[in-house]
């Protein structure tokens, strides 16, 4: 299991990313120490992003953040409300999926839990 992503972004993005990461189910958590001064952190079930502040952002062409999640349908709902382009992808796995970008300019992938194997 993955504990944790960090995500990098310029400081002025943050109150939209965090924003866009509570739409998806993730909630923000205090991050400890020192650490509250260069980052914000939001979790969902084990899962934590740490979304630490760049000067100069590194944000991966191909690379980006998978997320199963088991109220998919409504996520969608949520996204689409809030006016972010989230466009329908191939079925991989045998469960529909989604690819959008955050505020900040990551690719977020979100799946549907995949059927039971067998």
Same mark, same amino acid.
């Given at each position: 299991?993955? /504990?944790?992503?960090?995500? %990098?972004?310029?400081?002025?993005?943050? $109150?939209? %990313?965090?924003? #866009?990461?509570?739409?998806?189910?993730?909630?923000?958590?205090?991050?400890?120490?020192?650490?509250? %001064?260069?980052?914000?952190?939001?979790?969902?079930?084990? @899962?934590?992003? /740490?979304?630490?502040?760049?000067?100069?952002?590194?944000?991966?062409?191909?690379?980006? @953040?998978?997320?199963?999640?088991?109220?998919?349908?409504?996520?969608? @709902?949520?996204?689409?409300?809030?006016?972010?382009?989230a466009a329908p992808? $191939? %079925?991989? #796995?045998?469960?529909?999926?989604?690819?959008?970008?955050?505020?900040?300019?990551?690719? @977020?992938?979100?799946?549907?839990?995949?059927?039971?194997?067998?």
């Amino acid at each position: 299991m993955i /504990h944790h992503v960090s995500l %990098e972004l310029d400081e002025h993005d943050i $109150a939209a %990313e965090v924003a #866009f990461w509570e739409l998806l189910g993730f909630k923000e958590m205090a991050p400890p120490g020192a650490l509250a %001064e260069r980052a914000r952190w939001v979790q969902r079930g084990d @899962v934590q992003l /740490h979304l630490m502040y760049a000067h100069s952002p590194s944000i991966p062409r191909a690379g980006h @953040v998978a997320v199963i999640l088991e109220d998919y349908d409504a996520v969608l @709902v949520r996204l689409r409300s809030a006016r972010h382009d989230a466009a329908p992808r $191939a %079925e991989h #796995f045998g469960s529909p999926r989604t690819q959008v970008r955050s505020p900040a300019g990551h690719l @977020v992938e979100l799946m549907a839990p995949p059927p039971p194997a067998g």
